[in-house]
């Protein structure tokens, strides 16, 4: 079972916006990609320029800034329109599908040394372009261009004062080229886009928001989680540096540490993150916006994580709470909130109810045109995972090559998403019995938790445990009791005790013991299998299997 964890863009880069436009209510705004209507060599001016115009309006309370995560949907509209200028209907659909009220759109084109952008402000409601510019002057002095393009955008007669609490800081016009770059490839190639993060660091070491992105990329999408922790320090100090730990910045840096932690499987760790994220979030008073919303859903897939269900349903409600008042409930995040739910009743036992869950998910994707995401790889396999229990061996081999098919394209083989891909291919064919075609998987998926440092997580106690039961289904008990302690041991430091999977091996040890003639040890673990499914509070068929053959063992 994969969880979704999610980042929202909260405002890295420092610029100073004089005026903001107030609404009657609160309203959604979707930057889109800048359309590059010159030579194709400039076209990651494109990423630089939206995320700009993002940054410059993450501090102002008049509306809120729709994520990076959300902007993706946009993106695959947008490659209609990139070699030419994007019709305003083109924008509204946009807005439409990303739940934005307005959209930030527009186009430029480099001539020679100089650069010309125009923008516009459109209302997704009633069509119209409520404003639009154009600001002309020499390619590096984009900075400046890109604070003129909101300054004028948003200026008006409703407007009100308001200026940044961050340093005025603006990076080398060569560090955020490499930048926009890796904006560019980031979903494409991830791999590619951290080397060009890397470079944008290593021209300018207090690049915050390159440090973030190059963090996100190596720790999250990648899972080199020393890597990410060396930029999530040097983002640290830089913010420390400049008098910025009580920002907004400071605390999108916390859950992102907070996700780092959670991938690498040090749970405890990333709980401490969040609440510091949501602690500072509540003094800042950003507390009704997507990105409070994110944070709690990572707070929740925390608690899921620890196996504390109820408190992770209890923060997905909260969440959802806030993306149904933002009208976000047909948005890339909401498809994440029920993947995550799912994840829960999954958990629970409640196999129909995740199934909903999932494919509520699935199909709200298709809608913001994911398919080709990992996102949607994640949902493939959660939905196998729900047809394996109910033991539906078609249906799960079918997702679950779907998710691995989707992974090789996107050339994310070497992560624990895609392991755990393989694993679960594995039990199918230890389903089928044809456990000298499962072996083959589980041992590629162990050689790459292995080589990715992945060997202290939840996901890898279960590979052991398969491991181990297919090493008992071809007879080899001595080894395959040494996988099923080996898991054990694991699940033990890793405190999951009280979840389902920690009763699933149980269960498995009692059946080694009991196919070994050693009746009395069977018992205790088939005893101790109940127990735990009652703790993690579970309602599934192997609750019943050990129930019952706890019952025979009885005087």
């Excluded at 186009?107 to 997704?124: A, C, F, Q, R, T």
């Excluded at 900075?143 to 004028?152: A, C, E, G, K, P």
């Excluded at 080199?224 to 400071?250: D, P």
Aim: aromatic share 10%; hydrophobic share 35%.
């Amino acid at each position: 079972m994969k969880k979704i964890p999610v980042v929202v863009t909260a405002g890295i880069l420092s610029f100073f916006l004089s005026t903001i436009l107030l609404f009657a209510e609160k309203q959604n705004i979707m930057v889109t990609p800048f359309v590059n209507r010159g030579e194709v060599k400039y076209n990651w001016i494109s990423h630089g320029i939206s995320d700009t115009v993002m940054a410059d309006l993450n501090d102002t309370r008049g509306f809120t800034v729709l994520s990076e995560e959300s902007r993706q949907a946009a993106m695959r509209e947008m490659e209609l329109g990139q070699t030419g200028i994007l019709k305003d209907a083109v924008v509204v659909r946009i807005g439409e599908i990303t739940g934005a009220h307005v959209v930030v759109s527009g186009h430029y084109k480099v001539s020679g040394e100089g650069i010309s952008i125009y923008s516009k402000l459109v209302e997704v409601k009633s069509r119209r372009v409520k404003k639009d510019c154009t600001v002309e002057g020499d390619i590096k002095d984009i900075f400046s261009l890109q604070d003129r393009i909101v300054n004028t955008l948003l200026k008006g007669s409703a407007a009100t004062q308001e200026s940044s609490s961050k340093e005025n800081y603006r990076p080398s016009f060569t560090a955020y080229e490499w930048y926009s770059r890796g904006l560019e490839a980031r979903y494409r190639d991830p791999g590619k886009a951290l080397s060009f993060f890397q470079k944008a660091v290593a021209i300018d070491g207090d690049y915050v928001d390159a440090l973030l992105k190059a963090a996100y990329v190596s720790g999250r999408t990648l899972d080199r989680y020393r890597e990410a922790e060396m930029y999530l320090q040097r983002a640290e100090k830089a913010l420390k540096r400049k008098g910025q730990k009580k920002t907004l910045i400071y605390a999108y840096m916390l859950m992102v540490r907070g996700v780092v932690s959670d991938n690498s499987g040090d749970w405890e760790k990333a709980g401490r993150y969040y609440l510091a994220a949501k602690n500072l979030r509540d003094a800042l008073k950003f507390t009704e916006d997507e990105g409070y919303a994110v944070l709690l859903i990572n707070t929740g897939q925390n608690y899921e994580y620890r196996g504390d269900l109820d408190q992770a349903l209890d923060h997905y409600t909260q969440a959802r709470f806030i993306l149904d008042d933002l009208d976000l409930a047909e948005t890339s995040i909401y498809s994440t909130l029920l993947n995550d739910m799912g994840i829960v009743f999954h958990r629970k036992g409640a196999y129909d109810r995740a199934l909903e869950f999932f494919t509520k998910s699935k199909i709200l994707k298709e809608k913001l045109k994911l398919e080709r995401s990992q996102k949607y790889s994640l949902t493939l396999n959660n939905i196998g995972n729900v047809y394996l229990e109910k033991n539906n061996l078609e249906k799960a081999f079918e997702y679950f090559q779907q998710a691995r098919i989707l992974r090789e394209r996107l050339k994310l083989t070497g992560t624990k998403e895609y392991a755990s891909i393989l694993m679960n291919l594995g039990i199918i064919f230890s389903r089928r019995k044809e456990y000298n075609r499962a072996l083959p998987l589980y041992n590629s998926a162990d050689s790459i938790y292995s080589e990715i440092g992945n060997t202290r997580t939840k996901s890898y106690s279960m590979l052991l445990m398969n491991l181990g039961t297919t090493l008992r289904s071809l007879g080899k008990k001595k080894e395959s009791m040494n996988y099923y302690m080996r898991s054990k041991k694991l699940k033990e430091e890793l405190k999951l005790q009280n979840t389902s999977g920690y009763g699933h091996l149980l269960l498995n040890m009692g059946v080694l013991y009991y196919n070994t003639k050693d009746r009395k040890s069977a018992c205790r673990y088939f005893k101790e299998a109940y127990n735990a499914y009652v703790r993690a509070k579970y309602h599934g068929q192997l609750k019943t299997t050990a129930l019952r053959f706890s019952r025979e063992c009885s005087p």
